[in-house]
């Protein structure tokens, strides 16, 4: 009878620190707008890898979960388009990120607005919805400081024709070989 109280006592205590092991690592998330479309639907739910960001700093082309700076209580999803330090402009219908545009092919349309050469201050992030005429995002004179960042966006798991990983999009690759395209027509080594 003694071993079995045990049994229960270590199972509670294992289920206990599972549970709270997993609130301090991952996160559900409702998408309730539309700013994220094509890629991601209103009413969808992900999951949210709170962790990621302690061993790596977010990179462009991440989908994360954040507080917008203008109202710690709400909770967005944008796509990190530029990091600290770098120069972010959007005109003629493409976002350039330290002079180089951008190939998005996860946007719902180009966008018909204008943003100013900006470059990004230190331990900020700006960030773009991928509808990006219907997104309250960093075009709209906003960054995100890295301290409201919540997590990245890591599996959609509902509905349920939607699930799997959530597609990743490097930005870094995509300026990397716009840089070695545009040297090798210019035929620079």
């Known amino acids: 009878m003694r071993t ?12 206990i620190v599972i549970f709270f092991l997993l609130q301090v690592t991952v ?7 539309r700013c994220m479309e094509p890629e991601f639907q209103e009413g969808e ?22 507080h917008p ?3 710690p209580e709400a909770v967005y999803i944008k796509r990190i388009i ?4 770098d120069t972010v402009e959007v005109k003629e219908g493409a976002v350039y990120v330290n002079d180089t545009e ?16 900006e470059e990004i201050p230190e331990n900020e992030y700006f960030v ?7 997104a309250n995002d960093s075009h709209k004179g906003w960054t995100v400081p890295r301290e409201n960042i ?11 024709k939607e699930w799997g990983l959530v597609p990743r999009y490097p930005l870094q690759e995509q300026l990397a070989s716009s840089i070695k395209h545009i040297t090798a027509l210019l035929g620079v080594d």
């Open 45 to 66: 739910r992900l999951l949210v890898n709170k962790v990621v960001y302690y061993f790596h700093e977010p990179e462009r082309g991440d989908v994360i979960i954040l």
């Open 102 to 117: 951008l190939d998005e092919p996860y946007i719902k349309e180009p966008p018909t607005y204008t943003y100013d050469q």
């Open 4 to 15: 079995f109280f045990r049994d229960i006592l270590i199972t509670l205590i294992l289920a």
């Open 69 to 71: 700076p203008f109202n």
């Open 128 to 134: 773009l919805g991928d509808n990006r005429n219907n």
């Open 82 to 85: 530029a990091l600290p330090g």
């Open 27 to 33: 996160q559900s998330f409702i998408i309730v707008e």
């Open 150 to 160: 919540i997590g990245k966006a890591w599996l959609s798991f509902w509905p349920l």
